[in-house]
Nanobody
């Protein structure tokens, strides 16, 4: 059974940084695309960043230049480094995976999801 477990969320002041981690199990990790999505209260879940099996990356315009997605295949882990955080980044952040390996930007293209980790940015 595939499992994705996120960690690293928390409360931070605007301008601060956080690093999220997502550890995957029972998954062909090195061949999978991994992504981060987020959902703010009262809003739909939205794409944040993705990294394909070949390390191709894509970002939402709202986080470009502030967030960095990376992966460590030896540890079956994907990271999201978040810098210059803003109150509008407050959301539950979800890790997702697609065994197809292509860095899609639509949540419908991802087969597996984590339980989410809360990120709260205070002003």
């Amino acid at each position: 059974q595939v499992q994705l477990v996120e960690s690293g969320g928390g409360l931070v002041q605007a301008g601060g940084s956080l690093r999220l981690s997502c550890v995957a199990s029972q998954l062909p990790f090195s061949r999978s695309a991994m992504a981060w999505f987020r959902q703010a209260p009262g809003k739909e879940r939205e794409f944040v960043a993705t990294i394909g099996w070949s390390d191709t990356t894509y970002y939402a315009d709202s986080v470009k230049g502030r967030f960095t997605i990376s992966r460590n295949n030896a540890k079956n882990t994907v990271y999201l480094q978040m810098n210059s955080l803003k109150p509008e980044d407050t959301a539950v952040y979800y890790c997702a995976s697609s065994p197809a390996g292509v860095p899609w930007r639509s949540e419908g293209d991802y087969n597996y999801w984590g339980q989410g980790t809360q990120v709260t940015v205070s002003s």
